[in-house]
């Protein structure tokens, strides 16, 4: 059972850990809102989906930012008290290093499987509707950005659509502009028009009675056809697709899968959960801050160590899902590394005798339930 001072220990770096979790979390949420305000100011965007677009994004980055958070938590809860000498008055009563360790790693513990959970059973699900969101809002930004008086690209600036007047789902003097691959021009007018989706979910808008001019810029050989009936089509890709991200995929397809990329995904989603035992390993030590040191030196530190972590995970990731290292090297080489560090911060913290038998818990630490 966890003693009262295990329990004081959980729970601080736990409220740490929940207010840099908010913190964060804000933070990059502000920034994908600015991004989604302004795809949704011209036209990329519908401004309904904004919000729970965010919601979306809020579960999945959770997954990313807990160690961090559980990194900063351990550096500021142990740092400030070994600052105000409060774990060497635990120390007297022989609350040592290895009951401190206790206490993190019964929080660490549980920490890991929430965001395994997270990773492997939560994730998937959340990333497959939000592609399926922003697609959805892409197309609704499609069909409502076509305002009375203002021009509009479409089909990733294929077209430009120019609409004169609209009443209820009729157009009124429509105007189009193609470019063709081979480097032509096409413009095509209407008097009138409306919007359609086909059978297969493409949206389409159906022009009545107008002309169709084609050509090369430079040159005056246009070609004029008039036409009573047009279809242009304004849709990139059906609102149904069949998302093969492989971030949506469930962990069935990925355990057992000889595909580098799938392997990759496998065990990015490992990363997390690996992380968070591997900084209840080394960030205790990194956080014993002598009384007169700086209060943010060693965050900063493990801060950086975090984001060189953060950033070998990626370079791993790329040689994997590219076949330059097999699975059995794969991203374990990463928390290889940083395991090492962490053993190694111990063996330097207490390779002297004096300093190792301060590992053994001499007394029952106060408190002890």
């Known amino acids: 059972m966890p003693s009262i001072i295990d329990r004081y220990l959980i729970r601080e770096i736990a409220l740490t850990l929940v207010a840099t979790t908010l913190v964060l979390l804000a933070t990059v949420l502000s920034h994908r809102l600015a991004g989604y305000l302004s795809k949704a100011a011209n036209g990329l965007l519908a401004r309904d989906s904004i919000f729970l677009l965010l919601g979306l994004q809020a579960i999945n980055l959770l997954t990313l930012l807990i160690p961090l958070a559980f990194l900063l938590g351990i550096m500021l809860t142990l740092g400030r008290l070994h600052r105000d000498h409060e774990m060497t008055a635990l120390a007297a009563c022989g609350y040592g290093p290895l009951s401190v360790y206790r206490a993190v790693f019964l929080l660490a513990a549980p920490l890991a499987l929430l965001v395994a959970g997270l990773s492997f059973l939560v994730g998937p699900v959340i990333m497959e509707y939000q592609f399926e969101v922003l697609a959805r809002a892409r197309k609704e930004a499609e069909v409502s950005m076509f305002t009375p008086g203002s021009f509009r690209e479409v089909m990733n600036g294929r077209h430009v659509v120019y609409i004169g007047a609209m009443d209820g789902r009729e157009l009124r003097n429509v105007f189009v502009q193609s470019r063709e691959p081979d480097g032509d021009l096409g413009i095509i007018t209407g008097e009138s028009g409306r919007q359609e989706v086909d059978e297969d979910g493409i949206r389409h808008i159906i022009l009545d009675h107008g ?34 991200h492989r971030e949506t995929l469930p962990l069935s397809q990925l355990v057992g899968s000889n595909e580098p990329r799938l392997i990759a995904e496998l065990q990015l989603r490992l990363n997390s959960p690996i992380q968070v035992l591997v900084i209840a390993l080394w960030a205790p030590l990194l956080a014993r801050a002598k009384p007169r040191e700086g209060r943010y030196g060693r965050v900063v530190a493990a801060v950086l160590l975090y984001a060189i972590d953060f950033n070998l995970i990626g370079v791993g990731e790329s040689w994997l899902s590219h076949g330059v290292v097999g699975a059995g090297i794969g991203l374990w080489w990463v928390h290889g590394l940083f395991l090492l560090f962490g053993v190694g911060l111990l063996l330097r913290q207490y390779s002297g005798g004096r300093n190792f038998r301060w590992l053994q818990r001499t007394r029952r630490p106060v408190g002890q339930s």
């Open 211 to 244: 002309y169709r001019y084609q050509g090369t810029p430079g040159r005056g050989d246009y070609e004029m056809v008039q036409f009573e009936r047009a279809i242009v089509r304004v849709d990139t890709t059906p609102p149904r697709q069949d998302w093969q």
